[in-house]
């Protein structure tokens, strides 16, 4: 990341509302998880405030709750925001800011697992996108079956390149999977955010609707369509169907994570981000 | 198969009329071939009542009606129904029921043979499905290089999810090859059967039309566009285009037939198709 | 190429004008290079009349251009041509027929090699197809990143099917990484030109403008998007898109030149070039 691009990616970050800069403590609950006892659906809801940073707590959690559900063979799974504008910001970049060795391994392997185990649930998954929607927080919704965004003011995309980064292969993958190759390529090289009803044009989301209610009604409705498929088949359709991506990344994650190291401990990178936060606290 | 799979198996089925039981004879002739001398191209008819149902024999003369077209050097293949309301209901069930080990290899055998001739076929095909064409059915129409069908009260679709059955491999590619691939997925994971307008807007036929003497002559438009394209370079570009899902069941034709001997083969699968013989019986 | 292909190949060819026979000399300029020195961008003018034939000194004089441009840093490319009807014919046939070894050799290595260097360009490249772009002139504009057309009467289309010859694999991958699968399949079977419309709708070209100014125009729009998109990121996300295509021709570099050697050398096909050039003179 260059000057430029730091420049950048302050005036797009400043769009959205003020990082929490505290640190987490264990006790913070930042992934919630209702079941309906009814449905057999879980609505997971992520509550970092103020713009749901995946930082290693909320991704240990979300990791955490994906595994509970495959043990208790829900139905289906929600994955929505308690933000009233942010479904998630994408990656807490604290989490890159002079990072302790441990931490920020841990940070990026959870960051793998989580994808892992969204990416190939048994159970089928829809997102209630409530709010805007870049980076780490579209490669999110992009792991579900099903997308149903709020409109019209919000915005979805992987804009990493416009903040210097790469999006690597299993974020290039899970948008490859929704969208066609061209507009994929597009996209990607652009690190473009798109309207509601860009994403909606070029199938980036399947549903527009006009608040959280809605998104989480029409979510049910896809989820429910399941409800009479034989849960054993459907799922060995679904891991054929995202065996390519899934694969990749279980052989590779020791590369994958160690080119995540490599960018982030670059002094020009450092750099960038300890510019991005000064700019921040002058806010 | 589940019982709850069994259930919802024998209500998707009782809406086709009843299966023919009585075993085949040798002397059936349940493919019929007729070849346009002006043309060159042949009309391949399956004509087993009443649902063409694809038994073994048919799977038999079906691949052998294809040797012998590529030994004629045809100019193109239709492929269609006798039947007025069934292009294909797919594999006939009773093959699959307290099965015969070398009968029920073969059945599985010519399928996969037939499917290898079929979607890598060196003339062009084009198949005029006039009546509904679930699971093996849709297939056969996926693996032709153009479809046109009637509607608009006939369903497509490869849905055996529906049934508790994974779609193997080269069923899923088949579609791949076709429609888009989030479409695909969702296509499959639901087990979804689509009207004709479902099917025409994804791209999952490319024609609708309102009777079968239409879709031939739409069949028959499509083949005479490659009247005038010399044949061995068509020929090369359609396996290139199509080796790789080819190649895939070329390499794995042994393990796909253990897949499927395996599932036949479950207590549990044969106990859902008893019941399923059964409630035929009682109808 | 048998007769009756020669035939068509006849027939389509005589549709542009009649191809310049005199041999280039080494100081002919076929590639123009202007660049602009306010928004970075290249315009790279195919300029050798009457139809920009791909013969052996324009794919060099391109191949260094690209170089040129590698090394230079530039923001962008817009690829376009000096005639008003023709973007480029494709290869020049003069090249195959009768062959000096050596130079045939050539000839294909250095269009293997442009191609190498435009479609895994490290800047963003846009082609202003402001003519008929048959084959080979089609490959070029796929290998871009975007793609505006001057309509509505000029075609596009990767015809060599029609012409009995196989396009190349990567000739296909160019292909399939613009267009869905089946309408890939569906364009190289049958050798298809497109009508500027056509061409539109499945998204073989992004636009369809009145003229070369107007095309030029929309490719420095799409061109000047990337203005603030950090180019390194933006280089590596597009190879990131590109590695397979790219890769399978970097490693099968000789046997896809013994391919074209094996075919180019075939009796029949020195038999159908005689014929095609006696045609030419009697024009």
């Not at 057999?40 to 595994?67: C, F, H, I, K, Y």
């Not at 998630?88 to 959870?110: N, Q």
Request: with cysteine; aromatic share 8%.
């Amino acid at each position: 990341m260059n000057m430029a691009s730091t420049t950048r990616f302050c005036r797009i970050l400043r769009q959205i509302p003020k990082l929490n800069r505290q640190y987490s403590s264990a006790s913070d609950k930042f992934v919630d998880v209702q079941l309906n006892d009814d449905t057999g659906v879980a609505t997971v809801t992520m509550q970092r405030p103020p713009v749901n940073g995946l930082n290693l707590e909320l991704l240990q959690q979300l990791s955490s709750a994906l595994d509970k559900l495959e043990g208790s063979k829900c139905n289906g799974m929600i994955l929505t925001s308690s933000s009233p504008t942010v479904f998630s910001a994408g990656l807490d970049i604290t989490e890159m800011y002079k990072p302790k060795p441990d931490r920020v391994k841990a940070f990026w392997s959870t960051l793998q697992d989580t994808w892992l185990k969204l990416y190939g649930s048994s159970f089928p998954t829809a997102a209630a996108i409530n709010g805007h929607s870049p980076a780490g927080g579209c490669l999110l919704a992009l792991s579900c079956e099903y997308r149903v965004m709020v409109g019209p003011k919000f915005t979805i995309g992987l804009n990493e390149t416009q903040l210097g980064i790469v999006a690597p292969k299993w974020f290039q993958d899970s948008m490859r999977g929704v969208i066609a190759p061209r507009q994929a390529e597009m996209a990607l090289t652009l690190g473009r955010m798109f309207s509601t009803a860009e994403a909606k044009e070029i199938g980036l989301v399947d549903e527009v609707v006009a608040d959280k209610a809605q998104a989480i009604t029409k979510a049910e409705e896809f989820l429910d369509k399941f409800s009479s498929v034989p849960h054993a088949a459907r799922k060995l359709t679904k891991l054929s169907f995202r065996r390519e991506p899934l694969e990749w990344l279980q052989k590779n994650k020791e590369a994958d994570l160690n080119m995540f190291l490599n960018f982030v401990n670059q002094p020009k990178v450092q750099m960038g981000l300890e510019l991005y936060m000064a700019s921040l606290k002058n806010k």
